[in-house]
């Protein structure tokens, strides 16, 4: 059965601190890593990783994959109060698309 | 960019009443999910279909969860009877380039 596991589960910080968001899978047959933002319902598509050490970068955001040592990485820097979310994790492999439970995450003004 | 509605976006019911939720593809998608996210919980894959054939229902529960998909483009989901566990936001999406999934804004379910 695949696994996603991130950490941290839940985080605060203030804004215009960078945090750093963990993503540690086990999956058959990998194909990609996908990080979703979810604010209210609908997670909303962030970035998708398929090859080792390319970082994916968009303004403040900015995520790489080791498929070597299974796992990601999300950074956020000079965050803003729009960044608080729960940042969703998921894999997709043999099982389909896997989550992870999630890093609810919220910037202090 | 084009994508899903659902509705309706809330609904309370009773315990083993039944429920149907409806997923609309604004464009033309040929691959479309059905999730559940339980409250502190990532989305779980409840059903993937290919055009209006299952791809995967592995992990609906079959004796109380059933979908369909008309005519490749429209889905129902329905459940019957509701327990309380069943208490959660059902996501529909749809499948872009690349594996790329697309959600849909959602209906909360709460069970009473």
């Known amino acids: 059965e695949d696994k996603v596991v991130q950490s941290p589960l839940s985080l605060v910080v203030h804004e215009g601190d960078t945090v750093t968001l963990n993503c540690s899978y086990e999956?058959?047959?990998?194909?990609?890593l996908l990080w979703y933002k979810q604010e209210k319902k609908a997670p909303t598509f962030l970035f998708m990783l398929?090859?080792?050490?390319i970082e994916k970068k968009s303004g403040r955001l900015s995520s790489i994959l080791d498929k070597k040592e299974l796992f990601s990485i999300l950074n956020i820097t000079a965050t803003q109060t729009g960044d608080s979310a729960i940042y969703l994790c998921?894999?997709?492999?043999?099982?389909?698309?896997?989550f992870g439970k999630g890093t609810h995450l919220i910037i202090q003004p | 960019e084009a994508g899903v509605a659902q509705s309706p976006r809330y609904k309370i019911i009773e315990k083993r009443q039944s429920v149907a939720f409806w997923c609309n593809p604004i464009?033309?998608?040929?691959?479309l999910y059905w999730y559940q996210q339980i409250l502190g919980q990532g989305p779980k894959l409840l059903i993937q279909?290919?055009?209006?054939?299952?791809?995967?229902d592995s992990q609906l529960p079959k004796d109380r969860f059933s979908a369909e998909r008309l005519k490749g483009v429209d889905s129902t989901l329905k459940i019957q009877p509701a327990k309380l566990e069943d208490s959660a936001v059902y996501l529909c999406?749809?499948?872009?380039?690349?594996?790329?999934?697309?959600f849909g804004p959602g209906t909360r379910l709460t069970v009473l």
């Open positions: 999406a749809w499948g872009g380039a690349r594996d790329t999934q697309y």
């Open positions: 999956v058959t047959n990998f194909r990609s």
């Open positions: 398929t090859s080792s050490g």
């Open positions: 998921a894999v997709l492999g043999a099982d389909g698309l896997t």
């Open positions: 464009s033309g998608h040929a691959t």
């Open positions: 279909f290919q055009n209006n054939g299952v791809v995967d």
